[in-house]
């Protein structure tokens, strides 16, 4: 009934900059919180960041003052801008959003299928 669907990822130099997308659809009623979490190889998959429908943000420590999460609520998409990336930032990124879709009366978490960012000279 709904798709995430994120892009934007790729291969970066560090110090470098990128803007990954997440986008919503099928039959969404409201959308509460998003957000992006990443996964190294061999590693668990981790939370970046979230925002809630309010736009109020919050960010794991290792991306503060490089991260920027925001959201467009008319066009059912977040966006992740990185700057100043480094080599441990490579990970592939997910989405997750919180959805109340028409017909529904409860929340129902989703997940997009994931964007590869490699950082690397």
């Known amino acids: 009934q709904v798709q995430l669907v994120a892009s934007g990822g790729g291969l970066v130099q560090p110090g470098g900059s990128l803007r990954l997308s997440c986008a919503a659809s099928g039959s969404i009623f409201s959308i509460s919180t998003m957000a992006w979490y990443h996964q190294a190889p061999g590693k668990q998959r981790e939370l970046v960041g979230s925002i809630t429908s309010g736009s109020n943000t919050n960010y794991a420590d290792s991306v503060k003052g490089r991260f920027t999460i925001s959201r467009d609520n008319a066009k059912n998409t977040m966006y992740l801008q990185m700057n100043s990336l480094k080599p441990e930032d490579t990970a592939v990124y997910y989405c997750?959003?919180?959805?109340?879709?028409?017909?529904?009366?409860?929340?129902?978490?989703?997940w997009g299928q994931g964007t590869q960012v490699t950082v690397s000279s």
């Open positions: 997750h959003a919180r959805v109340l879709t028409y017909g529904s009366s409860s929340l129902r978490s989703y």
